[in-house]
């Protein structure tokens, strides 16, 4: 089945210890996107990749980077997790900009 | 820009009876409004989703509404199940454009037995 895949579920990282969240696509799709979901909100994008274009969102902190190496893997990676970092980050795909947005399962970040 | 609100907060209703979750938006050019449901430790899903040159659209047990003068879309699940309880978010955004989905904050639906 075509989906969007994202490895750990689960990841357990220690304050200021680089971490890296994969996401993997058999959609086939243009565009994707990373979230971040702190309990009981509404998913925040940080950003998203149309192709290989790398779109910023003006709020997300330095701290988050992102890598899209081939149409099918997109990374997030947070360089220096803080206990704010916690949270349920999101991957997404959509064929084209404002199309239907599928999402995966999610990693839950723990920053001890 | 867009901002979407969305109520009640949390929703509680016997089984066997209709739910309603309201939402309005701000954008006029606004013409897509999807809706996710999310399980626990689960990613959002889409269930329904609804475009400005329709009224009403209808799936089993689901039906939404959109109003576009009053920019208000409303979610409608009839004869109410206990896989329904999840949190429910609506969200708006201009289709084929390079806007950003914007998502009301959400609903945790409950279905009591």
């Known amino acids: 089945d075509a989906m969007v895949i994202q490895n750990p579920r689960y990841q357990v990282t220690q304050f200021g210890k680089p971490v890296t969240l994969s996401c993997s696509q058999t959609?086939?799709?243009?565009?994707m996107y990373w979230y971040q979901q702190k309990s009981s909100q509404a998913p925040k994008l940080l950003f998203h990749?149309?192709?290989?274009?790398?779109?910023n969102e003006a709020d997300t902190p330095d701290n988050f980077q992102s890598r899209r190496p081939n149409t099918s893997f997109c990374f997030l990676d947070i360089r220096s997790p803080g206990l704010g970092d916690a949270a349920m980050y999101l991957c997404a795909t959509s064929r084209d900009a404002g199309s239907e947005q599928f999402f995966g399962p999610g990693t839950r970040l723990t920053v001890l | 820009g867009e901002n979407v609100e969305q109520h009640p907060s949390t929703l509680s209703v016997q089984e066997g009876d209709s739910a309603v979750i309201k939402c309005t938006y701000s954008?006029?050019?606004?013409?897509?409004f999807p809706w996710y449901k999310q399980e626990l430790g689960k990613g959002p899903q889409l269930i329904i989703d609804i475009r400005s040159n329709v009224g009403e659209k209808k799936d089993q047990r689901i039906a939404v509404t959109l109003n576009k003068t009053a920019k208000h879309f409303s979610l409608h699940i009839t004869e109410t199940q206990p896989e329904d309880s999840a949190v429910y978010f609506c969200a708006a955004t201009r289709y084929s454009s390079a806007s950003k989905i914007i998502f009301g904050s959400g609903t945790r639906l409950s279905i009591r037995p």
């Open positions: 990749y149309y192709d290989k274009d790398f779109n």
């Open positions: 959609l086939n799709h243009n565009v």
């Open positions: 954008d006029s050019a606004s013409n897509y």
